[in-house]
Each structure stands twice: as C-alpha cells, then as structure tokens.
C-alpha cells in the first residue's frame, strides 16, 4: 500500500512539472480522496461532452478561519477528452456571494489571464482538480462577516466558462 501510494505521488509529480501548472493536480481514477466528508458540500454540473465539473467547499467554518475550494473536472465518459482551457497555468475562477447574490470575493479579481490556450486531455476516469483559498476577506480587503454565503466555481475555457450550480457555505462565530 506504501509503495502503491509513493508511486502514486511519483507520477502525479511528474505530471504538475510536466504540465507547469501551479495549483493543478491530476488523479486517474477514484480513491478515498475523491469522498467528500459529512463536513463539505460537493456541487456538480455536466458540462458539454462527458465532463462532470464539480464544486467541493466545507459546510460550515468559522470566522477568521481560511476556506479550502475545490473545483473538480472529471472525464466520465469512455473516451479521451480535449478541453481547451485559458491561461499559461489554468484559468479557473472562484465566486463568494452573499444570499442576496452580491459578489464579495473573485479568485480573478483584478487579474490578467493571457490570452493563451492551453490543451489538456482527460483520458475516461481522470480528474483535473485545482485548489483555492479564500481568507473571509472581500476583494477590498475588508472582513466578511458570519452568515450563509453561496460559492460558485467556473472553468474558463476557449468559449463561455463552466459553472457549477452554487453550494452554501456558513461562516458562523461558534
């Protein structure tokens, strides 16, 4: 199992300093990091052409405390799929609203992805996952309070970017 799992994390090295992508990590298949705790919400959409786009945040944090996003695209169909996605390293933006829908945090915010295409093949069953964090703070700098949030995760691609549906994240003072 030891030997299993240092093979494991030889080639997905391999694969980050082949891709040159901060941020980005590649899995084939499903294991035990692809279940999602009693403590996190996974929202997911199809996207066009087999593609499952998922959205993984905690349920609950409290204030102050850093949140942990994840956004999953999986190739669920039987065979290799091409996505033509944006930027030198991918482009993929997280949205903290609050219930109301105003926007208090953009992983993008302010900015510049170059005009640059970048194709990645998924093979049937590999998982494209990329990881953000976001400090409670909004774009300005300012402090969020406690209260229920809504995030939503998008994958910019060639054309329009993938959504995922919004999944509710509380920030509580307990």
């Known amino acids: 199992m030891a030997l299993s799992f240092l093979l494991r994390f030889r080639a997905l ?18 294991d035990s990091a692809d279940s999602v705790g009693a403590q996190s919400e996974r929202v997911t959409a199809q996207v066009p052409d087999s593609l499952r786009l998922s959205l993984i945040v905690p349920r609950e944090v409290r204030v102050g405390q850093r949140v942990s996003i994840t956004l999953r695209a999986e190739n669920i169909g039987g065979r290799p799929l091409e996505l033509y996605l944006r930027g030198r390293t991918i482009a993929f933006d997280v949205v903290v609203a609050r219930a109301d829908g105003e926007a208090v945090w953009r992983r993008l915010e302010g900015e510049v992805i170059p005009a640059i295409l970048r194709l990645e093949v998924l093979t049937p069953g590999q998982v494209l996952e990329l990881g953000a964090e976001w400090d409670q703070r909004t774009n300005g700098g300012a402090p969020v309070g406690a209260g229920s949030y809504e995030v939503r995760g998008l994958l910019l691609t060639d054309a329009e970017p993938w959504e995922t549906p919004p999944a509710t994240l509380r920030i509580v003072t307990r």
Do not use: H
């Not at 980050?16 to 980005?24: E, F, K, P, S, Y």
């Open 13 to 30: 090295t391999l694969a980050l300093l082949v891709a040159g992508c901060q941020g980005a990590a590649f899995d084939q298949g499903v």
